[in-house]
Every structure is written in structure tokens, then in C-alpha cells.
């Protein structure tokens, strides 16, 4: 009998918005730690626009997650209908208080920081952890209304409003490019080595499709075309898979093995003394290469989505490929000055 997912005694299972935010927590640490093992980061950086607009931009997000919590209570929040009126007045001035001390703590901040004009570089990482996030899941969003646009073409709300699925409807490729955009912005704008941050990222890129393909499995999504072979997997009628009407190949979990596959490659390669960008452009390469395979055996709606993914996967297989050429270009260089 092949596998089929339910609830596990009852009791729904952990979805993609979880698996993602272990990814994060994960990730960031061991982001972190390299940052600190390379000496990419100075004591201290002058204070400057990336700094106190992202302790604002917190502010505002914090203060219209708090708005969204406290006043129309949407779907994430329905289990309060069921708490006692006290409770529900209780949780709301909570939430409330709990935003407004944040605002503060930014305000605060920003005023400590202008007076000392720095900041500790090793403060670098929560920044830019912060602004990666955001940027991931904008960029993962940004692509996923690109390829299926005949969803929000009529419903331009639809193209932002997270409330009505949460964490669904991002594309993989979309959150990469967005984070590398915003990654390599913040860290030009405080003057940290480029190619020593992506060698720094690059582990923690490769760990993060491991968890968050566990979660795309638990979510039943990114799921693969109709199958026969001993390890298919049968997904719930409700589930975004049931469109195929049987077993299928399970492609997120393939995707899920082959980052644990590359973060060990990732491992192993830089024990060695490599010039700066070749290890972020060597893993590059070799995950395109697989997600380029992997593509054609798993479901997508139509050819478009399908080639177009196999285009992203080509092009960042030859960025890794120019990104490697110029780390090599630029040591040679080095050598012969």
C-alpha cells in the first residue's frame, strides 16, 4: 500500500510557514558563525540609512501585524472567538502594548545610534537576516504572481493579501533572486566583501531546501507528475496535489535530499583554501543543474511555468559559472601584481 498522508493522531501537521522559519533560525546561525570564522566583519560600521531604516521598517511592520491581530482578528487568529470576552480583551491590549514597546525600543535605537554615529559589526547579521526575510518571501511572491497571473487578474488585492492562504503561493527561484538582491545591497552599503558573504551564504542557502522542502511535502505542494514507482505518494483530496488523482512523484522530498546532499558538499568544500565567490558559484551551479533535472518530473500547470523555471535554472547556473571565472580571474591577477 503506498503512503498517504493524514493528520498524525488527530493533530494537523507542520506546514511550509514552520519548516520556513526553522530554515531561518538555522540558517542565520550558521550564516553567523561563518561571518565570524572569515573575519568578514569590521568591530564596528558607521551607523548609517541601512541601519535606522530597518530598525523603522521593523517599527512598521510590527505596528500593522499588531493592527491586523488586534482589529480584524482574520482566520489565523479565529481561535480566539472561542476564549472568554476577558481573554480576548486581555490578548488584544497585549498585543497592542507588546507593539508599541517595540516602536519604542526602534525609536529608541535609532537615537542611541545616531548619538555613538556606529554600530557592532556584529550586529550585521540580525540586520540583514531581517531584510533577507522580507525580501525572500516579497521576491518569492513577486514570481509566483508572474507565473500565474490569470489567479490575481481580476483580483489585484489577491496579489498581497497573505491573509487568505498565509505562507502559500511562493516560488522558490523568486525569494533566491530577492534575497540575493537585498543581501547584496546591504552588505555593499557596508562595504563587506561580496564574495566572502555569498561563501559565507552558501550552506545555509543549501540547508534552507532542506527544511523548507520538508515543508512543501507536509503542505502538499511543489508535488510531482502521476507515478508508479514503489515510493509514490498518495496526497490528501484536499491537498493542492489531489489535481493529479493519484500517486505522484514526491519531488520535495527529492529536493529536500538534495540540499542535505549539497550543504555536505558545501561542508567539505570549504575546508579547502578557496579564493572568495568559488564556493558560492560551484553550489550555485550544482543546484541548478539538479533543480534543472528535477523539473521534469514534477507537475506544472502548464509548459510555460515548466520552461521558465528551466530558464531561471540555466541562468543562474551560468552566473555560478561567471562568478567562479571572475574569483579565479581576480586571484590570478592578485598573484601577478
Given amino acids: 500500500m503506498r503512503p498517504s498522508l493524514h493528520l498524525f493522531d488527530g493533530i494537523s501537521l507542520p506546514g511550509y510557514g514552520t519548516m520556513l522559519f526553522i530554515a531561518f533560525v538555522v540558517g542565520i546561525i550558521l550564516f553567523d558563525r561563518r561571518l565570524r570564522k572569515r573575519s568578514l566583519l569590521a568591530a564596528t560600521m558607521k551607523y548609517n540609512w541601512a541601519w535606522w531604516g530597518t530598525d523603522v521598517f521593523i517599527s512598521l511592520v510590527v505596528l500593522l501585524i499588531a493592527v491586523w491581530a488586534v482589529f480584524f482578528s482574520p482566520k489565523q487568529w479565529q481561535w480566539l472567538t472561542h476564549a472568554t470576552p476577558a481573554f480576548r480583551t486581555a490578548f488584544r491590549i497585549v498585543a497592542a502594548a ?12 535609532i537615537n542611541i545610534y545616531r548619538r555613538k554615529k556606529e554600530i557592532e559589526g556584529a550586529q550585521f547579521t540580525t540586520y540583514i537576516a531581517l531584510w533577507i526575510l522580507f525580501s525572500a518571501i516579497i521576491g518569492s511572491r513577486l514570481l509566483y504572481i508572474f507565473l500565474h497571473w490569470q489567479e490575481f487578474e481580476h483580483d489585484l488585492v489577491g496579489t498581497f493579501a497573505f491573509w487568505r492562504g498565509g505562507l502559500q503561493g511562493l516560488v522558490f527561484y523568486g525569494g533566491f533572486l530577492g534575497a540575493l538582491a537585498m543581501g547584496l545591497t546591504f552588505a555593499r552599503v557596508n562595504r563587506v566583501p561580496l564574495f566572502g558573504l555569498l561563501d559565507a551564504a552558501a550552506p545555509s542557502i543549501m540547508l534552507g531546501e532542506f527544511f523548507t522542502r520538508i515543508g512543501c511535502f507536509l503542505n502538499g505542494c511543489c508535488f510531482g507528475k502521476a507515478c508508479g514507482l514503489p515510493w509514490a505518494v498518495t496526497f490528501p483530496l484536499d491537498s493542492p496535489a489531489s489535481v493529479v488523482g493519484g500517486p505522484v512523484h514526491p519531488t520535495q522530498l527529492y529536493s529536500s535530499l538534495a540540499g542535505l546532499i549539497l550543504f555536505g558538499i558545501a561542508l567539505l568544500l570549504e575546508r579547502r583554501k578557496w ?23 514534477r507537475y506544472y500547470e502548464n509548459a510555460a511555468n515548466l520552461w521558465t523555471n528551466q530558464l531561471i535554472a540555466l541562468g543562474l ?21
Fill in 98 to 109: 507588546f507593539a508599541g514597546y517595540l516602536i519604542y525600543g526602534s525609536i529608541d535605537h
Fill in 275 to 297: 579564493r572568495p565567490g568559488i564556493l558560492f558559484g560551484v553550489m550555485l551551479m550544482l543546484y541548478s543543474l539538479f533543480r534543472f533535472l528535477i523539473d521534469f518530473v
Fill in 317 to 337: 547556473a551560468i552566473i555560478g559559472l561567471v562568478v567562479v571565472l571572475i574569483a579565479r580571474r581576480q586571484s590570478a591577477v592578485g598573484v601577478s601584481r
